[in-house]
């Protein structure tokens, strides 16, 4: 009798916000610096991306306030819910982001966390300048334009 292999959920929590407020300009994919509880919670689907954002402090790339529930069955070790956790970038990549947001506007913003297909915790962050008010209006407007077009498209028949 064959064993079926169990595929794991995947895991794909993103930033909705962030694309609606944020004009995103270049993206990065980042390990993250965890302990064992962090990544049990975030295979688990609990963490959130609500009000986070990345800077960069001698030399490190950092996100603030990511927020990874407390793992159900940790014990006294559990970790802290709302920490500073340390992303892993190469030198170059963290030079480049510290160049890009000296400049007026421009800020380093968490897109998406995932597990990769190693099993390892990676975010997604973006190089990001903020929308004006108007923009904001003509990306809603665009999305319900195609909306109605995917609509329309959906129940013509040929």
Same mark, same amino acid.
């Given at each position: 009798?064959?064993? %079926?292999?169990? %595929? /794991?959920?995947? =895991?794909?929590? &993103?930033?909705?916000?962030?694309e609606f407020d944020y004009l995103v300009i270049d993206r990065y994919t980042a390990g993250i610096v965890l302990t064992g509880t962090e990544v049990k919670s975030i295979r688990a689907g609990k963490a959130g991306l609500v009000d986070t954002y990345c800077y960069i402090h001698n030399g490190e790339i950092w996100v603030k306030?990511?927020?990874?529930?407390?793992y159900s069955f940790g014990s006294y070790n559990n970790h802290a819910t709302r920490s500073d956790r340390k992303l892993l970038l190469n030198r170059k990549e963290? @030079?480049? #982001?510290?160049?890009? +947001?000296?400049? /007026? @506007?421009? +800020?380093?913003? /968490?897109?998406? #966390?995932? =597990?990769?297909?190693? @099993?390892?915790? %990676? #975010?997604? =962050?973006? #190089?990001?300048? @903020?929308? %004006?008010?108007?923009? &904001?209006?003509?990306?809603?407007?665009d999305k319900a334009d195609r909306r109605e077009v995917d609509r329309v498209m959906k129940n013509k028949s040929y």
């Open positions: 009798m064959a064993k %079926k292999e169990i %595929k /794991p959920a995947r =895991i794909n929590i &993103k930033n909705r916000r962030a306030n990511m927020y990874i529930a407390e963290i @030079g480049a #982001l510290q160049d890009a +947001t000296r400049s /007026p @506007g421009f +800020t380093i913003v /968490p897109l998406r #966390l995932f =597990i990769d297909e190693n @099993g390892r915790a %990676k #975010l997604s =962050i973006g #190089l990001c300048r @903020g929308k %004006k008010e108007y923009d &904001k209006r003509a990306t809603l407007r």
